[in-house]
């Protein structure tokens, strides 16, 4: 499998749930981020986390990371209509200039 | 909140045509970049940009792609002769500092809304 693999790659929940989706990577990185897409539109950054962290939090997200396991997770508490989106974990590669996008996790909240 | 921005949003251009995309990076920005999404693939890098000349640069990247910081606010990606499989969403991104291979170094990408090309 590739560099950023997230799963799953669909999850509906309902509104006022939590929302995990994890994201696994094959390669030393230096940071992690997460971007959320509004279909058709662009990517928004939510939150850069660094491999010498193990937990960030930014409003209602929660990222983790796990070097030893080179895995992610990215929490949403307290979902809203509003988080409907496609989350992406981008990481960075080691020596280049580029970040490595997965194929993204289609988060749907019901009302 | 500094945005980038792009244009056009949306273009439809022939088959064999030659394209330009505009960006507007965020303007204390120094390292810019292009990516591009397939409908219902994933974000695929294409190409880095700093002090005037590539940086680095993917597979897809080839010679029927270019790219160009004509003056200090704008940076361009043009596509010389466009193929059908150039259909995808173009993003462009900047950032204020090195993204590589500083440990810690922690440096946001910024997105742009993207410019959706079609070709026919």
């Known amino acids: 499998s590739q560099q950023g693999e997230e799963d799953p790659q669909a999850l509906s929940i309902q509104e006022g749930e939590n929302a995990t989706m994890n994201c696994s990577y094959k390669t030393s990185i230096n940071n992690l981020q997460w971007y959320r897409q509004n279909s058709g539109r662009g990517l928004v950054h939510l939150i850069l986390i660094r491999s010498n962290e193990r937990e960030k939090h930014s409003g209602r997200l929660r990222v983790t990371l796990d070097t030893s396991k080179k895995s992610s997770s990215l929490l949403i508490t307290a979902s809203r209509a509003a988080d409907t989106a496609s989350y992406f974990c981008?990481?960075?590669?080691?020596?280049?200039?580029?970040?490595?996008f997965g194929q993204g996790t289609r988060l749907t909240i019901n009302p | 909140e500094p945005e980038v921005t792009q244009t056009p949003s949306h273009q439809v251009t022939q088959m064999g045509q030659e394209v330009i995309l505009r960006c507007v990076p965020i303007s204390n920005h120094l390292y810019f970049y292009w990516y591009r999404q397939i409908l219902g693939q994933k974000v695929e890098f294409l190409v880095s940009?700093?002090?005037?000349?590539?940086?680095?640069k993917s597979e897809i990247f080839d010679d029927q792609f270019s790219v160009e910081r004509p003056d200090g606010s704008n940076f361009t990606l043009k596509i010389r002769s466009t193929k059908l499989e150039d259909s995808a969403m173009y993003f462009c991104?900047?950032?204020?500092?090195?993204?590589?291979?500083?440990?810690?170094?922690?440096?946001?990408?910024?997105f742009g809304e993207g410019s959706w090309l079609t070709v026919v």
């Open positions: 991104a900047s950032s204020a500092k090195y993204y590589g291979t500083n440990l810690y170094s922690g440096n946001t990408i910024y």
């Open positions: 981008a990481t960075d590669v080691q020596g280049a200039q580029k970040l490595v």
């Open positions: 940009f700093y002090n005037n000349e590539i940086s680095e």
